[in-house]
């Protein structure tokens, strides 16, 4: 009898339990151990910074649902991992053992690299929000309702050395379509601040078309923009970054005045997991084999933005490379059918395609582009706009959330739709 214990309880951990537990005998144990008692659609937290959803809608209280699959849960952080021994130590002061480690923790969000960064509420003392939880994104629609009464300038985008830019994007597009319906677009000047070398760069090097395509949608907005951004610091209403040129040479310093901020920050891995001897890089994210299973400890597997991939460039201002939800699904594939082979006496082969698809919201219509695999060089590469991606955002939203709740790890429409257009999970 195995004992699989899985950290977090995220869009990489849940389905990870449930495709174990499809594979594994009951004889085998499975235990889920996630800071909090509920799954959050992280995807839906730009909706719910505007008040298009609610905190309830997004969530999932997920002891039950993994009870009825008959796995564990224990709502309790992780503080320490003894590798060696095989042991966690919790926040709660109990103790858990296992014969394999599954890391699917997420990152620590780094705000502490630029001064002045978020979060605002929470006694982080500082000056801008986020909608990397749904907690961020709650306080931001706190201070957005108290904004309207009195609208103003709003800076949004991502801090040096962010990866995921896909939802900055997102949150920009979303905002200003609110404003437009609440007839106060006109109140408030909305200026984008990355550190992508370019509009649409999204830290793959772009994807397709997407440069000219969402340099064009920012216009039709009316958006300002600034990229090669290095925010340095952030005080209560202005924002400093410096531009670089191509070079990474100074290029121009700006002063941004604003009401309102959303700013993606860096990610580094958590900090139990970072601490472990010879599992991570020097950021914190696992160092793992094509396989998923870190370089250093063989019962350690890992999936998710904690995983440690490098840049798919240099570029002038420090990006990195956004791990996707379908990528994601693709890494805990992986996993779950090489613990089962291990634990039918059989090697490791299972390797994830990585292949990214993503459903951008843009409030009125949306992006979409798929990258096959994410990782250049790419045997597909597109991008594509039009407002049935807006539709199909809000269904994978319902999609997603009745898949945690059902515990059916690949349904029907991911394992023959979507292999119909050549997007598969595992390689063959």
């Not at 699959?69 to 966690?88: E, H, M, Y």
């Not at 749904?134 to 949004?156: M, R």
């Not at 905002?175 to 319906?181: G, H, I, M, N, W």
């Not at 089962?340 to 409030?363: H, S, Y």
Request: charged content about 20%.
């Amino acid at each position: 009898m195995a004992h699989i214990v899985i950290m977090g309880a995220g869009i990489g951990g849940v389905p990870a339990a449930y495709e174990l537990r499809e594979l594994l005998g009951k004889e085998h144990r499975i235990t889920v151990v996630n800071a909090t008692d509920y799954f959050q659609f992280v995807p839906s937290n730009p909706w719910v910074a505007v008040g298009w959803r609610e905190r309830q809608q997004v969530t999932v209280p997920i002891a039950p649902y993994l009870a009825r699959k008959g796995i564990a849960f224990v709502g309790s952080a992780v503080t320490s991992i003894d590798a060696p021994a095989n042991r966690l130590t919790l926040q709660n002061g109990s103790a858990l053992d296992y014969d394999y480690l599954v890391i699917t923790t997420g990152p620590k969000l780094s705000f502490a690299e630029v001064p002045g960064a978020g979060p605002v509420h929470g006694g982080g003392g500082g000056f801008t929000h986020s909608v990397c939880t749904v907690d961020h994104a709650q306080a931001f629609f706190a201070d957005y309702e108290t904004f309207l009464k009195n609208p103003g300038p709003v800076v949004i985008g991502a801090m040096p050395g962010a990866s995921c830019f896909g939802p900055a994007y997102e949150f920009a597009f979303i905002l200003d379509t609110d404003l437009r319906k609440r007839k106060l677009r006109h109140k408030v000047p909305i200026t984008y601040v990355s550190s992508e070398p370019y509009i649409g760069h999204l830290g793959l090097g772009g994807v397709g078309d997407s440069k000219s395509m969402l340099e064009s949608e920012m216009r039709n907005r009316d958006m300002k923009w600034i990229t090669n951004a290095k925010t340095t610091r952030v005080e209560q209403g202005k924002m400093f970054v410096t531009e670089l040129d191509g070079l990474g040479n100074v290029y121009k310093e700006h002063a941004l005045d604003f009401k309102l901020s959303m700013m993606l920050p860096a990610f580094k891995g958590v900090d139990a997991v970072a601490a472990v001897p010879n599992l991570c890089n020097p950021r914190g994210f696992v160092l793992i084999d094509e396989f998923q299973r870190s370089k250093a400890y063989r019962n350690i597997f890992s999936a998710g933005v904690c995983v440690a991939i490098p840049p798919v460039e240099v570029t002038p201002v420090a990006t990195g490379t956004p791990k996707t939800g379908y990528m994601i699904e693709s890494m805990v594939g992986a996993i779950a059918h090489n613990i089962a082979n291990e634990l039918a006496g059989q090697p490791a082969v299972a390797t994830g395609t990585w292949n990214a698809i993503c459903l951008a919201d843009m409030g009125d219509t949306g992006a979409v582009f798929v990258a096959l695999p994410q990782i250049p060089p790419r045997n597909v590469n597109w991008f594509k706009k039009g407002k049935w991606v807006h539709l199909a955002k809000i269904a994978f939203e319902k999609y997603f959330i009745r898949k945690i709740k059902t515990g059916n790890s690949e349904p029907v429409y991911e394992k023959y739709v979507l292999k119909l257009l050549g997007i598969t999970r595992l390689t063959q």
